[in-house]
């Protein structure tokens, strides 16, 4: 498994309020990039708003941005003179994680194998937009196969392969229909909240393996089978973990309006000492994204052939709702 880890020097902040904005200048009125980055600004500097407001108007960007490019899926390749290279973590910073029954569990499946099955669930003054994220994927061999869908996207399906540092997808951006597009799963960014970079599962194990004050909350049943339920929270370093730019610079943008995100981590570990559920959590009251990542059959081989080289592009960015 994968060690991954953030720069703390080269990644700086970015901005959930922005992708809302822009969501919503392309549904109706076109507005200018500059126009939209004008009212995130003119939006963020808000100050004369009650605290409830605050919260109400914080869970719709939340949502929103995740939404915000849920009819495409963008890519720069590096021939792609309109798309730019995207910034990308390093390596030279990294998260800590605690020695709690919660990372050893994580630690214990890091190496072997796992089929995934994971639910994003993003919603909006009551309207639940489901996204599932499915297939096994060798956690100790750093290679897999996943099924990404949203139903309610104009692109509702996605084919991932990971191959150790290598991630291929399809369809991606501006890459040919039948083509796949590559990228460096070091340097691949989530451009939403709570989201991993291109779905990557070891992203998210490794936030959950740094939760704080985890507490049990007593034994449930997963999978058939009793399993321990701990839940605590995550810091702002693990949620910030692999951000892009912009959505970083609105995060932080929103702990300083409120404090802190409500955001919740839990976690479900079963009698040989596995996690077998991973969830993250942001309520905002009617508007909220819930990831549940449940993982099972355990120890089974992994077949992920990856693409013939004739059929791949190499690109430099994988933004859009599907890739995360």
């Known amino acids: 498994m994968r060690r991954s880890t953030v720069s703390r020097s ?17 549904a109706a009125t076109g507005r200018s990039a500059t126009g939209r980055a004008a009212t995130v600004r003119s939006a963020v500097r808000r100050s004369a708003v009650s605290r409830s407001a605050r919260t109400a108007t914080t869970g719709v960007l939340l949502v929103t941005a995740l939404l915000a ?87 509702k399906h996605m084919e991932e392969v990971f191959d150790g540092d290598r991630v291929y997808l399809t369809p991606i951006g501006n890459v040919k229909k039948g083509r796949w597009g590559q990228v460096d799963r070091r340097k691949a960014e989530a451009h939403h909240l709570l989201r991993a970079p291109v779905n990557d599962p070891e992203h998210l194990l490794l936030q959950i393996s740094t939760m704080r004050g985890a507490k049990k909350r007593g034994t449930e049943t997963v999978d058939g089978r009793p399993a ?28 300083a309006k409120l404090g802190e995100l409500p955001v919740t981590a839990d976690a479900w570990v079963d009698g ?34 990856v693409p013939p080289a004739g059929s791949v592009q190499k690109i430099d960015v994988a933004a859009g709702i599907l890739p995360g």
């Open 228 to 255: 321990t339920h701990y839940s605590g929270t995550l810091d702002r370093d693990t949620l910030s973990l692999r951000l892009a730019e912009r959505v970083r610079t609105d995060m932080d943008a929103l702990i």
């Open 272 to 305: 040989e000492g596995r996690l077998v559920r991973a969830r993250i959590s942001c309520d905002m009251g009617g508007n909220a994204v819930k990831i549940t990542m449940n993982l099972s059959d355990f120890g089974r081989k992994v077949t992920a052939p």
């Open 69 to 155: 490019s849920a009819t495409a899926c963008g890519s720069s390749d590096p021939d792609d003179s309109k798309g730019g290279k995207g910034k990308s973590a390093g390596d030279d910073g990294w998260l800590e994680v605690p020695k709690t029954p919660v990372s050893r569990a994580v630690e214990k499946i890091g190496k072997t194998s796992a089929r995934i099955e994971e639910k994003v669930e993003l919603t909006d003054r009551g309207k639940t937009y489901p996204i599932t994220i499915t297939g096994s994927f060798d956690l100790g061999g750093d290679k897999g196969r996943l099924s990404v869908d949203f139903p309610s996207g104009e692109i």
């Open 10 to 26: 080269t990644v700086s902040h970015s901005a959930v309020a922005r992708a809302a904005v822009a969501a919503d200048a392309r």
